[in-house]
Nanobody, 120 residues
Framework: QVQLVESGGGLVQAGGSLRLSCAASRTIYSGNSMGWFRQAPGKQRELVAIITIGGSINYADSVKGRFTLSRADAQNTVYLQMDSLKPEDTAVYYC??????????????WGQGTQVTVDS
């Protein structure tokens, strides 16, 4: 079992920045996927940014050029640097880890979520 611990959310003015962190509770071997999703009130959870199993980084169109996803493998941690924040970025942000399991369905882990509020 893996636990994901998120931190870095909070309240910020429009145009400001926040940095989210997501740390896995134990060593995760390569070949997995980690990333961030978000869910605003009354809306479905959506992808924000993700490092795929192949190692590429994908961003939602709405955050391209403003958010940067990075990874520190030695620390089993991913970071989401969020700049030029907008009120529409307000949501609960969730970290997700996907660990392949051979021919079986992958293991999927979610963090508890961290609130990001952008005040106009």
């Amino acid at each position: 079992q893996v636990q994901l611990v998120e931190s870095g959310g909070g309240l910020v003015q429009a145009g400001g920045s926040l940095r989210l962190s997501c740390a896995a509770s134990r060593t995760i071997y390569s070949g997995n996927s980690m990333g961030w999703f978000r869910q605003a009130p009354g809306k479905q959870r959506e992808l924000v940014a993700i490092i795929t199993i192949g190692g590429s980084i994908n961003y939602a169109d709405s955050v391209k050029g403003r958010f940067t996803l990075s990874r520190a493998d030695a620390q089993n941690t991913v970071y989401l640097q969020m700049d030029s924040l907008k009120p529409e970025d307000t949501a609960v942000y969730y970290c997700r880890l996907v660990v392949p399991n051979g021919q079986r369905p992958p293991y999927i882990y979610w963090g508890q979520g961290t609130q990001v509020t952008v005040d106009s």
